[in-house]
């Protein structure tokens, strides 16, 4: 298992060194925040260009980073549900509550109010962890709050995540054009919550919540290298290098043959 490069907050020049040293060697790198300030948008992004342009991928920084920022910024805000819900008295698990609750606290959602809530979110350790993971064929972000997404909670999260266009809406970036599988997804584990996958684009979205684990994840994956392009170049290089091989047996068999029909005619 490959060490996680931790980010750590205090130093930014630490930190730089810690995010260099870990694209340099292709280590997963983790960051926790309770909510975006300006330092850590810095980091995702710094991370994000670093890595795309590593592997040539540098057209995509911008609507990867967009992506990125909408589940974290999600993520944040359904911390931030719970916190309200608690100081409401309300039961975030009944559907009937959940909605009396939404109702009340919609605006106080707003990104621009997040700072707000530092303390309660410190107090009730509720954190957004994202975490990179990379290699020359695919970038992976996941994206980690430490409870389940609630089945009521999902369908909504889901019409207003998902399919709201990003037009004027930095908190709604991602629109999905193509739904691969809605839904819980037969023959899943008992304790899935939901198990689902989208695609934008040259994006997969993909999300899970557990009991097991009380976890809920939002991953984005990015394919980094054209697998068809990429096993064409090697059949080539391969069957290249085999032909040489059978070439250079084909031609020491062929001597050998040739020397031993000499011998009998002498």
């Not at 911390?79 to 919609?106: A, S």
């Not at 290089?237 to 020397?259: I, P, R, V």
């Amino acid at each position: 298992m490959s060490a996680v490069a931790k980010v750590v907050k205090k130093n930014k020049d630490v930190n730089t060194d810690v995010i260099l040293g870990a694209v340099k060697s292709n280590k997963p790198i983790t960051i926790k925040t309770y909510y975006l300030t300006e330092s850590t948008e810095e980091h995702l992004r710094n991370i994000i260009e670093l890595v795309l342009k590593k592997f040539g991928k540098s057209d995509s920084v911008e609507t990867c980073y967009n992506s990125v920022r909408g589940l974290v910024v999600n993520a944040t805000r359904a911390n931030i549900k719970r916190v309200l819900f608690k100081e409401m008295g309300l039961d975030i698990t009944n559907p009937t509550e959940y909605l009396i609750g939404m109702e009340k606290i919609e605006k106080q959602l707003n990104e621009s109010n997040f700072f707000k809530f530092k303390n309660e979110l410190t107090k009730q350790k509720l954190t957004v962890e994202t975490t990179f993971k990379f290699s020359p064929d695919m970038f992976s972000v996941k994206v980690k709050n430490n409870f389940i997404l609630l089945p009521h909670e999902y369908q909504l999260h889901t019409k207003a995540d998902f399919e709201k266009s990003s037009a004027g809406n930095l908190d709604s970036s991602i629109r999905v054009r193509e739904v691969i599988s809605n839904g819980q997804i037969a023959h899943t584990p008992s304790k899935v919550v939901s198990l689902n996958q989208y695609k934008m684009d040259q994006q997969i979205f993909s999300h899970v919540s557990n009991e097991d684990t009380n976890e809920t994840i939002f991953k984005l994956d990015i394919l980094l290298k054209d697998k068809n392009t990429f096993n064409t170049e090697n059949f080539g290089q391969e069957m290249g290098a085999l032909f040489a091989s059978y070439k250079a047996k084909f031609d020491q068999a062929f001597k050998e043959n040739l020397g031993s029909g000499l011998d009998e005619k002498n």
